[in-house]
């Protein structure tokens, strides 16, 4: 048995990926330790995960420019070296993962002080400046989308794909059964609305606009709002009578990708491999101010592929929108086109090309 560290947390994007790896490594008998930030989400995601150890570090988002915050986050960051530090002191993990954001950069940086193979994984097509300095750390980049690689010349980087967590490969139902759970038709045209983990608003006021015209057309929705406009779309549902489940958010995702006929998403790349998986039609609504503008990137790799429209969102009016979820509804042969498309953008053993990297480099180490 060989022990792992991987570093996970702040957001889902970093997070469930992170957890299929330690899901397959943990099947195949290892001992996995997975370092998440103090997020909520984190907290939740991980609650009864009694088969990895779990390791909360400090939140950390770097500053801009020099202030006070400045100096607070260097500090923070020392203490979370310190303290990654004394976590591998009693763990020896034989090499460590992060998947991404400044919640990878202190156990990537103590695992290299400790001369321990460090590894970083992006997800997204332009990486970000946390994963930049990541990657410099460790000496190079696991990708999820192969056209990355052209963002970071001088980096050396290994295509794997993007992990998908176990509970959405296992575990969901037929597609009648799951608008059953959601208490849907089960032969209605069904649209999957998600703006991820921040700004979901602009989705939100973007497809409440479009739905409108759909009133008695027998479209229905699936709609998670995010905490803050969940009473607000509620309640636009309710008046415009038109069939839908609402929802700040959903725990079992697989349910609702499997009741789904097209999805209205940001395009942040978890997700992205996510619709991928399940074969969705997508229109992609990239959020505009996502670092470095990376979910725009994202999409276009769906959009060139033929497996999402992109939409930017100052030009999601209601009108346009409706007319594009129109057209997917309306043309079964664009949307076998799409549902085509978007299979064939899944990296179906990517969690287990990223566990072997691992489990390679601790056998070469000398790990087991």
């Known amino acids: 048995m060989t022990r792992f560290a991987i570093a996970a947390g702040g957001t889902g994007g970093h997070l469930f990926p992170g957890l299929a790896v330690a899901e397959v490594l943990h099947s195949q008998g290892h001992e996995v330790m997975v370092?998440?930030?103090e997020k909520h989400i984190d907290a939740v995601a991980t609650e009864g995960r009694s088969e990895f150890r779990i390791e909360r570090l400090p939140g950390m988002g770097l500053p801009r420019g020099l202030s006070p915050a400045t100096l607070r986050f260097f500090a923070r960051f020392a203490a979370g070296v310190l303290q990654c530090s004394r976590i591998f002191s009693e763990f020896k993990p034989a090499a460590v993962l992060g998947m991404g954001g400044f919640t990878s950069t202190a156990p990537i940086l103590?695992?290299?002080m400790r001369g321990l193979p460090v590894f970083v994984h992006e997800s997204n097509a332009i990486p970000g400046k946390a994963?930049?300095?990541?990657?410099?750390?460790a000496g190079g980049l696991l990708i999820g989308f192969k056209e990355c690689a052209s963002r970071v010349p001088s980096t050396q980087c290994n295509v794997?794909?993007?992990?998908?967590?176990?509970?959405?490969?296992?575990?969901?139902h037929d597609k009648a059964s799951a608008r059953r759970m959601f208490g849907l038709s089960e032969d209605a045209f069904t649209v999957l609305v998600m703006g991820g983990s921040q700004g979901a608003t602009g989705l939100n006021m973007a497809v409440m606009e479009a739905a409108s015209r759909f009133a008695g057309v027998g479209i229905q929705f699936i709609h998670l709002t995010g905490a803050?406009?969940?009473?607000?779309?509620k309640a636009f549902y309710a008046k415009a009578g038109i069939r839908a489940w609402t929802g700040a958010f959903h725990h079992a995702m697989q349910d609702a990708y499997t009741a789904a006929d097209l999805a209205i998403v940001r395009s942040g790349a978890a997700s992205l491999t996510e619709l991928s998986f399940f074969a969705l039609p997508s229109i992609l609504i990239p959020y505009p101010y996502a670092a470095e503008d990376h979910q725009t990137f994202n999409a276009q790799i769906f959009s060139?592929?033929?497996a999402g429209i992109l939409l930017p969102e100052r030009e999601a009016n209601g009108e346009k929108l409706a007319q594009l979820i129109s057209s997917v509804q309306s043309d079964q042969s664009l949307r076998y086109q799409m549902t085509s498309a978007s299979r064939a953008l899944f990296a179906s053993d990517a969690a287990e090309r990223v566990a072997k990297v691992l489990i390679d480099a601790a056998d070469k180490r000398g790990g087991r």
Not at 131 to 137: D, F, G, H, S
Not at 160 to 172: F, I, M, Q
């Open 35 to 37: 370092l998440t930030s």
């Open 110 to 112: 103590a695992g290299k």
């Open 131 to 137: 994963n930049r300095l990541n990657a410099r750390i």
């Open 160 to 172: 794997t794909g993007t992990p998908v967590r176990r509970a959405l490969v296992e575990k969901h």
């Open 228 to 233: 803050s406009d969940e009473e607000t779309v």
């Open 304 to 306: 060139n592929a033929g």
